[in-house]
């Protein structure tokens, strides 16, 4: 298992960017597919994105060609570039594999101001 560390997050208005990283504390190269999430409260938690060792690349339908997703597995990291935030966005966003199979970070809380 590995331990993952969600960072970026911040108040941003809308039509703003963000760029999120998710630093692991071992090597991500053995997990295929890499993924972004995310939550708000009382819902459950949503996939946003994911990335294979591959380079291919899904997005869920809502993100509109707004978010990049991509990996560095020199650096053990995994980053999220959201653009074009819409006050629907906000949430707090957290990496796993894809599908989630490592502990839970504490996420990075995203705000987007109307």
């Known amino acids: 298992q590995v331990r993952l560390v969600e960072s970026g997050g911040r108040l941003v208005q809308a039509g703003g960017s963000l760029r999120l990283s998710c630093a692991a504390s071992?090597?991500?190269?053995?997990?295929?597919?890499m993924g972004w999430y995310r939550q708000t409260p009382g819902k459950t938690r949503e996939w946003v994105a994911s990335?294979?060792?591959?380079?291919?690349?899904d997005y869920a339908d809502f993100v509109e060609g707004r978010f990049t997703i991509s990996r560095d597995n020199a650096k053990s990291t995994v980053y999220l570039q959201v653009n074009s935030l819409k006050p629907e966005d906000s949430a707090m966003y957290y990496c796993?594999?894809?599908?989630?199979?490592?502990?839970w970070g504490r996420g990075t809380q995203v705000t987007v101001s109307s």
């Open positions: 796993n594999t894809n599908p989630s199979s490592q502990p």
């Open positions: 071992g090597s991500i190269y053995s997990f295929n597919a």
């Open positions: 990335i294979t060792n591959g380079g291919r690349s």
